[in-house]
């Protein structure tokens, strides 16, 4: 049986090296790797590779359940894939091991509430993006262009010029000619 740990954290500024402590305490001898990209989708080639190795017996360890999935669903595409292979899956921090009936269940419910937290903090920053705005803050990048190269590019446009000539011209995109014209 072949242990392998993964440790995941979304953005370069954050450390792993909490999560990689942990699982070096417990697993000083697995196989190690980490990541540095979003859990909110399954797309992260670290994991991937890692779902490719293991085979039957074998066993993947994260910190916690959050460091793995962020929705039941990519929760569950993974716990399957596993099964499938005869491995199975520990978390760590909440002593959940899906090799065990009990761990499989208490590890759905987690999931569960995973999610649940991932929803609240999007409804909490949209709020937030909805209140600001109410307010007249703008949210958002910052616009390309001056409200009076907007007005020039309406008007060359409506004398004959093409989104690709304006957006050469004033080194945007032709998407944003296109916005522009449509007036966002």
Same mark, same amino acid.
């Given at each position: 049986?072949?242990?392998?740990?993964?440790?995941?954290?979304?953005?370069?500024?954050?450390?792993?090296?909490?999560?990689? @402590?942990?699982?070096?305490?417990?697993?000083?001898?697995?196989?190690?790797?980490?990541?540095?990209?979003?859990?909110?989708?399954?797309?992260?080639?670290?994991?991937?590779?890692?779902?490719?190795?293991?085979?039957?017996?074998?066993?993947?360890?994260?910190?916690?359940?959050?460091?793995? +999935?962020?929705?039941?669903?990519?929760?569950?595409?993974?716990?399957?894939?596993?099964?499938?292979?005869?491995?199975?899956?520990?978390?760590?921090?909440?002593?959940? @091991?899906?090799?065990? +009936?009990?761990?499989?269940?208490?590890?759905?419910?987690?999931?569960?509430?995973?999610?649940?937290?991932?929803?609240?903090?999007?409804?909490?920053?949209?709020?937030?993006?909805?209140? +600001?705005?109410?307010?007249?803050?703008?949210?958002?990048?910052?616009?390309?262009?001056?409200?009076?190269?907007?007005?020039?590019?309406?008007?060359?446009?409506?004398?004959? +010029?093409?989104?690709?000539?304006?957006?050469?011209?004033?080194?945007?995109?032709?998407?944003?000619?296109?916005?522009?014209?449509?007036?966002?």
């Amino acid at each position: 049986m072949t242990i392998f740990t993964y440790a995941r954290v979304s953005t370069n500024e954050q450390n792993p090296d909490l999560q990689i @402590d942990a699982l070096k305490e417990k697993y000083p001898s697995a196989v190690y790797r980490e990541e540095k990209k979003s859990g909110t989708s399954l797309n992260r080639p670290v994991l991937e590779l890692l779902l490719d190795m293991i085979s039957k017996g074998d066993k993947l360890v994260v910190w916690k359940l959050d460091r793995l +999935a962020r929705n039941t669903g990519d929760l569950c595409k993974i716990v399957e894939l596993l099964e499938s292979k005869g491995s199975h899956i520990e978390i760590l921090n909440q002593g959940i @091991d899906t090799s065990t +009936a009990a761990g499989k269940a208490f590890l759905q419910m987690l999931g569960v509430f995973a999610e649940f937290e991932t929803n609240l903090r999007k409804e909490r920053q949209t709020a937030g993006i909805a209140a +600001a705005q109410s307010r007249g803050k703008h949210c958002g990048r910052s616009s390309t262009l001056s409200n009076d190269q907007k007005a020039e590019i309406t008007e060359k446009r409506t004398a004959g +010029a093409t989104p690709t000539q304006l957006s050469k011209e004033y080194g945007v995109s032709r998407g944003t000619i296109y916005n522009v014209l449509r007036g966002k």
